[in-house]
């Protein structure tokens, strides 16, 4: 059965400091990946998402970037950390192709100070 | 602008009773529809997928039906139970991209003994 890992489950970073948050599916090939943040009382906001190895979709402009460099890892990055940053970062996956369900991690809770 | 629509406000409901849950949407023409639950701290579950063409779908207790008419999805939960107490979210494939979703804030279910 398919499996996602996301690490670490809590992470309390200063304000400036990088960001590098991972996620590993196992049990499939070539899924599409995503990535979400959910702030305090808000909905679930989609950051990037990818349907293969070093493609990568951004669907909000900010100071975060992703990266595919296997076809079950995805990669979530920032240079320098801001407040606004702070939530609940969520990583997906969904099998290939359109209209397909997703499927979530356990997110990793980012406050930042 | 895209919009999803679900009640802001919690729905109380006493076990063995029908929960229903409303998800409008608009300025969308989704292929399909998904409804998951959420549960605090934790990722999204998927739970039903229904298609434009489908105008009903049935898992075990749970119920969705899809009008695209009205543009308007209806998630009903029959003889409700308190483990069912939990966030549920309605998403949607925003236009040009059959890949990623587009999530409502959630409605927040809470059944009592």
């Known amino acids: 059965s398919q499996t996602i890992h996301q690490w670490p489950a809590t992470l309390v970073q200063p304000v400036g400091s990088p960001l590098s948050l991972e996620c590993t599916v196992e049990g499939t090939s070539n899924p599409n990946l995503y990535w979400y943040r959910q702030a305090a009382g808000r909905g679930l906001q989609l950051l990037f998402y990818?349907?293969?190895?070093?493609?990568i979709s951004s669907e909000v402009p900010q100071n975060l970037s992703a990266s595919r460099p296997q076809d079950r890892q995805f990669i979530l990055s920032s240079k320098k950390l801001l407040l606004s940053d702070s939530g609940f970062y969520l990583c997906?996956?969904?099998?290939?192709?359109?209209?397909?369900?997703?499927?979530f991690g356990d997110g990793t809770r980012l406050s930042i100070l | 602008s895209q919009k999803i629509e679900q009640n802001s406000e919690a729905l109380n409901i006493q076990e063995g009773k029908t929960a229903t849950l409303t998800c409008n949407y608009t300025n969308y023409s989704p292929a399909y529809l998904q409804w998951y639950r959420q549960d605090p701290g934790r990722g999204p579950v998927f739970l039903l997928l229904?298609?434009?063409?489908?105008k009903e779908k049935r898992k075990e207790r749970l119920k969705v039906t899809f009008d695209t008419t009205l543009k308007q999805s209806l998630f009903h939960i029959t003889a409700s139970q308190p483990a069912d107490s939990a966030t549920y979210l309605c998403?949607?494939?925003?236009?040009?991209?059959?890949?990623?979703?587009?999530f409502g804030k959630g409605t927040s279910l809470l059944v009592t003994p």
């Open positions: 997906a996956w969904s099998p290939g192709g359109a209209g397909q369900p997703q499927h």
């Open positions: 990818s349907v293969g190895i070093g493609q």
């Open positions: 229904i298609r434009e063409n489908e």
């Open positions: 998403a949607l494939a925003p236009p040009n991209s059959g890949y990623a979703l587009n």
